[in-house]
């Protein structure tokens, strides 16, 4: 024991003088805009981010890692008029994820900062057009001051359409007038080899995207489903990419108090315009929904709200679709438990990759709340589900600080509950849905969405239902397309719209 205590005493005397600034409490961060980008006395405004890795390698482009966030730390501030000599810093006390910089141990690292001016960094989850960012600067921990000029704007996606892509733009009176400005849907629509060729009507896909997409994203797959229609390896049918991306975040096609009449558009005015424009399918069994993550969950919740007008629904990997699991919390129990911590006081894990829990639904939401208010993934959540608050804004389900939840919030939220709306109204429901669900999931979901789906089964298996749900064994999120689920699916789709 005494051979101990001599031991912690040197270490402890070893702590105390070492010297200030061994961690980071004292780095910070002093951002310029180049005078290149200030001409005409331009000025910027938005959310300025510096990003800093540890990462031994030199890089060019520093992007923050879900599947790994110790290795990126993201500082973020308000800006406003950046430019002209006016900048901006941040210190060791900034918003920061996964830790504040201060805890950043002593070594050498690089930084880059970028300006978002648009606000969509939380969507994205990176840059995209017309962001300002820095060069990679590299710096050493003992250091006081990091300078960071904002010299280049990311460039806007290209997007080269192929010849049988149109890319539809309608106003929509219900949004416009909920909004008090214009509002437009957009989608892009693929059709097949033979549309030209004659005058027949086809079925139609709606598919809708997972949470960081828009429209445009699937354009780059539409080349090889437009390839396999001519093979015969997928039916002809017409294509329409829907957009779920607005302001908030994703707003699923669900009718909100904050991101309006998304779902009621929809279906009453959006796609009769496109059916007015393109050979289509006008008829419910020609009309076959699909989306994977939040697209999952937006074209279940469209068939579960409109189940007269469609034919039948392909959910892959949806978002929580019974909020007994909502990634882990169970948000019907009253009063309402932690968001963050089950009833062992153990973190609920959000993300995990390869057996691996990579990231706890904390650190998320911190990391989201250092991207910015608005558009990332829980507060989009709120954009759908919550009320609207006194400040107009989507109340918060829960303290990003304590994760203890709003019971008024968490109450409002139940009429977003898929297995809700399915148990309460399955008399209705249950006749129209017939041979109309079906849903499919890795077992290993990557953010645990498995676990609310095999909910929901148990109370598709009480309701007498007929939906057909599929589990891949050792799916994650990214996987389940593997070994061709999608022409699958298309197969099955066209089996509905055109049965023997």
Known sequence: MRVLGTQLNKILLIFLFL?????????????DVDPSLTKNNKTFSGRLFVLVSNSKRSLDIIRPNFMNPR???????EVSHLGKGRGAQLHSNAVCSPQMLSSLPAGEYQAMAVLDDDWNFSYHFNMDGGDLYSDVVRFTIPMQNVALSLKKVAPYKKVSLPLNVNVVKMESKNLSKFWGRSVNMQASVMLPPSYKKGDRKYPVVYDVHGFGGDHLHPIRNMRQFTKEMKSGERPEMIYVFLNGHCPLGHHVFADSANNGPWGTALVEEFI??????????????????????????STLWIMITHPDFFGGVW???PDPVDFRNFTGPDLSHYPPRNMYKNEQGKDYNLVRFGGREVMSLKQFVIQERAFGRFGGQFASFEAVFSPKGKDGQPMPLFCRDTGIIDPVVQKSWEKYDIAVVLRKNWEKLGPKLHGK????????????LNEA?????????????????QYIEGGDHFNIYRNGLA?????EM???ARPK
Do not use: C
Request: no cysteine; net charge positive; aromatic share 8%.
């Open 19 to 31: 010297p200030l600034g061994i961690f980071g409490e004292n780095v910070s961060f002093k951002i």
């Open 453 to 469: 789906v095999v909910l929901l089964e148990e109370v598709l298996k009480e309701l007498k239902s007929d939906a057909v749900i």
């Open 487 to 491: 022409n699958r699916i298309a197969r």
């Open 437 to 448: 669900i079906r849903i499919i999931i890795g077992t290993e979901d990557t953010f645990h």
């Open 71 to 77: 290795s990126v730390y993201v500082a973020a501030t």
């Open 272 to 297: 009769p315009h496109l059916e007015s424009k393109f050979r289509m399918d006008a008829r419910p069994q020609g009309r076959l929904l699909t989306g994977h993550s939040s697209g999952g969950w």
């Open 315 to 317: 959910s892959t990997a």
């Open 494 to 496: 066209y089996s509905v």
